[in-house]
């Protein structure tokens, strides 16, 4: 079985300057989260690179730990394989991650003050995450066994 | 024998939004499943595409993956383009079954087109027994 889960949590931003709510729960079977790296999916359409479009904030362990605070762009064109920032965060069995997500986009046009220019897009969190291995289960018959034998004895 | 194959998977997308199931089987000559690479004819595509994929009935990628995270630019050498799985996932003829969802796109005249899945088999079981040494860890 993989031992490596990429988790994703998506957010839809529908507003100029909306802030995001994250509150998610990770699945309870996660041990550790390794990895993280977000992206704008799609929605936006420039020409050309805009190296930030939001800002996100990112705490484990139902706000424990805040541990991500990261800028995210647009790229036009895909150059390189996503780079994942390197956590090591172990889970808490059925905690939340929470946090959110903050618009920062800019008009095109200074003199714009309508919000016309704004397009709805999406943005997705990757989570690397390592499964933690179960613990085994002894079956009750085989610790009834085991106690008369030790009472036994 | 050789100890790298490179394994091609083509799906063919005929229509915007089209959501199309894959399988395959990896060759039966090859141990393991070192890494992934995918390449679609144009970038307008690749935004908001996704895929799923299971190996050898192991959940690699949700179906909700982008396509994108296992896709890069032709000016990345070839060997470095690969999405490296950092666990072992065994090939010698395991199914490989996904799902490609296409974006939707605006442009009609791009479809249909084929989506090519690269999958990169070794012998080998450890990296860094032939002197390669993974990217990420040893820049």
Redesign the interface.
Known sequence: ????????I?LEVTEAGQVVEIRHRLPSNYGRCTGYVA?H??GIGSDVDIPEIGLVAIEFNSRKQLNINDLVGYE????????YQELNIPLESGQLVTGYYLDTQKSPDPFDTTKEWFRPY?V?I?LKCEIENKKRHVRSSCIHSATVEAAAN | MKNHKFQQIRVRINAPGDSVRFAAETDKLYAKVRGVFASVPSDQVLVGATIGLKINGQDVFDDAHEVRMISCGNQVAPNNKFFRFEEHIEAGGSTVEGRYTDPRGTNPALYPYDVKLYLWLVNETHPDKHGEKHPDKNP
Do not use: E, S
Request: proline fraction near 4%; charge should be positive.
């Open positions: 079985m993989t031992r490596i889960r990429y988790h994703i998506q992206r999916v799609k036009t064109q895909v150059d390189q394989l996503p780079d999406q997705a990757y």
